[in-house]
């Protein structure tokens, strides 16, 4: 019969009907083959023209829709006729490769036509490409192509020339930045390259669908500094449904900002992917001091204590953004923030907390947690305290949070065999009532025993470093014993590393307070140097730097460094008396970034010095004042979480 061709209306399906046509093989015949007859087809069958065209690999200029140069077979089944699903009719295969039946060369491209079954009406026929001959290899594109058929049959072309609904099936990706590294701290913006290819290994290309769509993300940015920009839309991650041109990462220049690595996968295929990483040149600053806390003991050892909070630009006499009251029945002798800003107390039931005839703590410490920004007379959301049926009791002279921001406390236990003796505590985050540790250790020999401990915190691992006076039966041992996090659940650890109190290390018992670390893991331990002689002589602040390291055994060589700090000296003979209630805590040190943060409590001032200097250096900035509300400050925590004010980049000149 005579094929009368007609002029074809093309539409682009939703996306949805990429999905429909790589999921069924061919079941009918090659072209021109006899097959097995539909078994239930539309009333009625007209032929219709296919033709397909397969673009030239030398051709440059990108064309709508999208089929493969590398499509040596292509398999077209009727799938609907105004709307209505139809069955039984057999998919015919074509072979799209020079020399087949049908197809010819034409202007540099070969163009293949064959006969395919449809029907009078609003046809659609699915289509699926293949990389090799009689549908099989890797399927490159699949979709659908929509035509306008007559009582007298019709016509399909397929092309890159035509609005097809035909997508891209991919089989790998191509991911790049350009630039691919940029100035910590100055805006820029890169360009992304993203290209899709098929299992043919030819790019994907044209306004068409892809058969599933590329999930664009970036990873590691904490800061969220970057963005990915396309098509009007932007974020941290983007959906990328068909090729992209355009697409850009921008940075907006935060100096906090780490490296980051921008992803490129296909949705539901985990196996296909790709990633390009950014980089930052130059060092990281110190984090900007948002909130620095302080622990102010007041006249009376800690009864009716207050924390007060200051703003990370204040200076001189400034006056606290909030001020809480603590009880006015416990002995407050720590704090703690954690990273949602709530606010731990430590307490005391009496002012020493621990039983002088054996070194237990009593059953009346506790720790009061404070919402962020508890103010005035605010009560605790939550209160840690004793707990019987584990033998467990408190000793929060001084405390610490782990990495997800669990409690680190001193105290005693039974718990991990602990046996009820005095151990360090290790709560899960979250902690209240009468809780139990989820872990603790102990010391073999010598041992904790109260009060021996000056200074308590860990580094980025979860290493323990424990500062104070250790028990034997045969007297004191001094020291800053490190303790692996691994051994977080023993009652007799060896410490793996030990800096001895002694001359060499310039550490003395009764002048020495207690320890922080800065990032890199140096040592800082504070202590008082007296001076003058005879019964009233002066003390003067120090802050005495040891190398990093968790291990080593005793290491008992001289300090790196000492730093003198100016303004951190008092002529008060009480600051060398063990019976006065500030002696213990003069001074008292805080690292935060590059800054050396310290609490005098003679003299009723917070001081910030730079935490790499060595000799006498003098403070950046100093709290100190009649507004300011500092009343014996014993304790400090600064944070990056900014209150009402600004926050200030750490050691600000």
Same mark, same amino acid.
């Given at each position: 019969?005579?094929?009368?061709?007609?002029?074809?209306?093309?539409?682009?399906?939703?996306?949805?009907?990429?999905?429909?046509?790589?999921?069924?093989?061919?079941?009918?015949?090659?072209?021109?083959?006899?097959?097995?007859?539909?078994?239930?087809?539309?009333?009625?069958?007209?032929?219709?023209?296919?033709?397909?065209?397969?673009?030239?690999?030398?051709?440059?200029?990108?064309?709508?829709?999208?089929?493969?140069?590398?499509?040596?077979?292509?398999?077209?089944?009727?799938?609907?006729?105004?709307?209505?699903?139809?069955?039984?009719?057999?998919?015919?295969?074509?072979?799209?490769?020079?020399?087949?039946?049908?197809?010819?060369?034409?202007?540099?491209?070969?163009?293949?036509?064959?006969?395919?079954?449809?029907?009078?009406?609003?046809?659609?026929?699915?289509?699926?490409?293949?990389?090799?001959?009689?549908?099989?290899?890797?399927?490159?594109?699949?979709?659908?192509?929509?035509?306008?058929?007559?009582?007298?049959?019709?016509?399909?072309?397929?092309?890159?020339?035509?609005?097809?609904?035909?997508?891209?099936?991919?089989?790998?990706?191509?991911?790049?930045?350009?630039?691919?590294?940029?100035?910590?701290?100055?805006?820029?913006?890169?360009?992304?390259?993203?290209?899709?290819?098929?299992?043919?290994?030819?790019?994907?290309?044209?306004?068409?669908?892809?058969?599933?769509?590329?999930?664009?993300?970036?990873?590691?940015?904490?800061?969220?500094?970057?963005?990915?920009?396309?098509?009007?839309?932007?974020?941290?991650?983007?959906?990328?449904?068909?090729?992209?041109?355009?697409?850009?990462?921008?940075?907006?220049?935060?100096?906090?900002?780490?490296?980051?690595?921008?992803?490129?996968?296909?949705?539901?295929?985990?196996?296909?992917?790709?990633?390009?990483?950014?980089?930052?040149?130059?060092?990281?600053?110190?984090?900007?001091?948002?909130?620095?806390?302080?622990?102010?003991?007041?006249?009376?050892?800690?009864?009716?204590?207050?924390?007060?909070?200051?703003?990370?630009?204040?200076?001189?006499?400034?006056?606290?953004?909030?001020?809480?009251?603590?009880?006015?029945?416990?002995?407050?002798?720590?704090?703690?923030?954690?990273?949602?800003?709530?606010?731990?107390?430590? *307490?005391?039931?009496?002012?020493?907390?621990?039983?002088?005839?054996?070194?237990?703590?009593?059953?009346?410490?506790?720790?009061?947690?404070?919402?962020?920004?508890?103010?005035?007379?605010?009560?605790?959301?939550?209160?840690?305290?004793?707990?019987?049926?584990?033998?467990?009791?408190?000793?929060?002279?001084?405390?610490?949070?782990?990495?997800?921001?669990?409690?680190?406390? *001193?105290?005693?236990?039974?718990?991990?065999?602990?046996?009820?003796?005095?151990?360090?505590?290790?709560?899960?985050?979250?902690?209240?009532?009468?809780?139990?540790?989820?872990?603790?250790?102990?010391?073999?020999?010598?041992?904790?025993?109260?009060?021996?401990?000056?200074?308590?915190?860990?580094?980025?691992?979860?290493?323990?470093?424990?500062?104070?006076?250790?028990?034997?039966?045969?007297?004191?041992?001094?020291?800053?014993?490190?303790?692996?996090?691994?051994?977080?659940?023993?009652?007799?650890?060896?410490?793996?590393?030990?800096?001895?109190?002694?001359?060499?290390?310039?550490?003395?018992?009764?002048?020495?307070?207690?320890?922080?670390?800065?990032?890199?893991?140096?040592?800082?331990?504070?202590?008082?140097?007296?001076?003058?002689?005879?019964?009233?002589?002066?003390?003067?602040?120090?802050?005495?730097? *040891?190398?990093?390291?968790?291990?080593?055994?005793?290491?008992?060589?001289?300090?790196?460094?000492?730093?003198?700090?100016?303004?951190?000296?008092?002529?008060?003979?009480?600051?060398?008396?063990?019976?006065?209630?500030?002696?213990?805590?003069?001074?008292?040190?805080?690292?935060?970034?590059?800054?050396?943060?310290?609490?005098?409590?003679?003299?009723?001032?917070?001081?910030?010095?730079?935490?790499?200097?060595?000799?006498?250096?003098?403070?950046?900035?100093?709290?100190?004042?009649?507004?300011?509300?500092?009343?014996?400050?014993?304790?400090?925590?600064?944070?990056?979480?900014?209150?009402?004010?600004?926050?200030?980049?750490?050691?600000?000149?």
């Amino acid at each position: 019969m005579n094929v009368k061709r007609w002029i074809v209306a093309i539409s682009i399906a939703a996306l949805s009907a990429c999905g429909g046509g790589g999921g069924n093989l061919p079941n009918g015949p090659v072209v021109n083959s006899p097959g097995n007859g539909p078994t239930s087809p539309p009333t009625k069958l007209v032929n219709v023209s296919v033709s397909v065209t397969i673009p030239s690999k030398s051709q440059r200029r990108v064309r709508p829709g999208y089929v493969s140069v590398n499509t040596q077979s292509l398999v077209i089944e009727l799938a609907s006729v105004d709307g209505n699903g139809v069955t039984g009719v057999n998919p015919t295969t074509i072979n799209t490769v020079a020399g087949a039946h049908g197809c010819k060369e034409s202007s540099g491209q070969l163009v293949c036509t064959a006969t395919a079954s449809g029907s009078p009406g609003s046809d659609v026929f699915s289509v699926t490409t293949y990389a090799g001959q009689n549908a099989v290899g890797a399927v490159l594109s699949v979709g659908s192509v929509s035509a306008q058929i007559g009582s007298g049959g019709g016509g399909v072309p397929i092309n890159n020339q035509l609005s097809l609904s035909l997508c891209g099936v991919i089989a790998s990706l191509e991911l790049s930045l350009s630039p691919n590294s940029g100035k910590r701290g100055k805006a820029s913006t890169s360009a992304v390259t993203l290209n899709a290819f098929d299992g043919s290994g030819a790019q994907i290309v044209g306004p068409s669908d892809y058969e599933a769509p590329i999930a664009l993300e970036i990873q590691g940015d904490t800061d969220n500094a970057f963005a990915l920009h396309a098509g009007g839309k932007s974020g941290a991650t983007l959906t990328i449904v068909k090729p992209t041109s355009g697409i850009t990462l921008s940075y907006d220049g935060n100096s906090q900002a780490a490296p980051i690595t921008v992803a490129a996968g296909v949705d539901g295929l985990g196996s296909i992917g790709k990633s390009a990483d950014f980089a930052l040149k130059g060092k990281v600053p110190p984090p900007p001091v948002g909130t620095i806390y302080a622990l102010n003991l007041g006249t009376n050892d800690g009864l009716g204590a207050t924390v007060t909070e200051y703003a990370g630009k204040s200076n001189g006499n400034a006056a606290p953004e909030n001020t809480l009251n603590l009880s006015s029945k416990l002995y407050a002798r720590s704090i703690a923030v954690d990273s949602s800003g709530n606010l731990y107390v430590g *307490y005391f039931g009496n002012a020493y907390g621990f039983n002088p005839s054996n070194g237990t703590p009593i059953t009346g410490n506790e720790v009061a947690v404070y919402a962020k920004g508890a103010t005035g007379n605010a009560t605790p959301t939550a209160v840690i305290n004793s707990d019987t049926a584990t033998q467990t009791t408190l000793f929060p002279i001084f405390m610490s949070l782990d990495s997800s921001g669990g409690l680190v406390t *001193y105290g005693a236990t039974g718990v991990c065999k602990n046996d009820g003796n005095d151990a360090v505590l290790i709560y899960p985050a979250g902690a209240n009532g009468k809780a139990s540790p989820a872990d603790a250790w102990g010391f073999a020999s010598p041992t904790l025993r109260y009060a021996g401990p000056t200074g308590l915190t860990l580094d980025a691992s979860g290493n323990f470093y424990v500062n104070g006076m250790l028990y034997t039966t045969l007297g004191p041992s001094y020291g800053l014993y490190v303790v692996p996090t691994s051994d977080d659940c023993d009652p007799s650890v060896s410490p793996a590393r030990t800096i001895p109190w002694q001359s060499s290390t310039k550490l003395e018992p009764g002048e020495t307070t207690n320890v922080s670390l800065n990032s890199s893991g140096e040592i800082y331990i504070a202590n008082v140097e007296l001076e003058g002689s005879g019964s009233y002589p002066s003390c003067q602040g120090l802050a005495n730097v *040891y190398s990093a390291g968790a291990s080593g055994g005793s290491t008992d060589g001289a300090p790196l460094r000492v730093l003198t700090l100016d303004t951190v000296y008092t002529t008060n003979s009480q600051c060398s008396s063990q019976r006065n209630d500030l002696q213990p805590f003069f001074p008292t040190i805080a690292l935060y970034g590059s800054s050396l943060f310290v609490a005098d409590d003679f003299n009723n001032a917070v001081d910030e010095f730079s935490a790499s200097g060595s000799g006498t250096v003098k403070p950046s900035v100093r709290i100190t004042g009649s507004s300011t509300g500092l009343n014996a400050p014993i304790a400090l925590v600064i944070t990056s979480v900014s209150g009402q004010a600004q926050a200030r980049p750490a050691h600000s000149q």
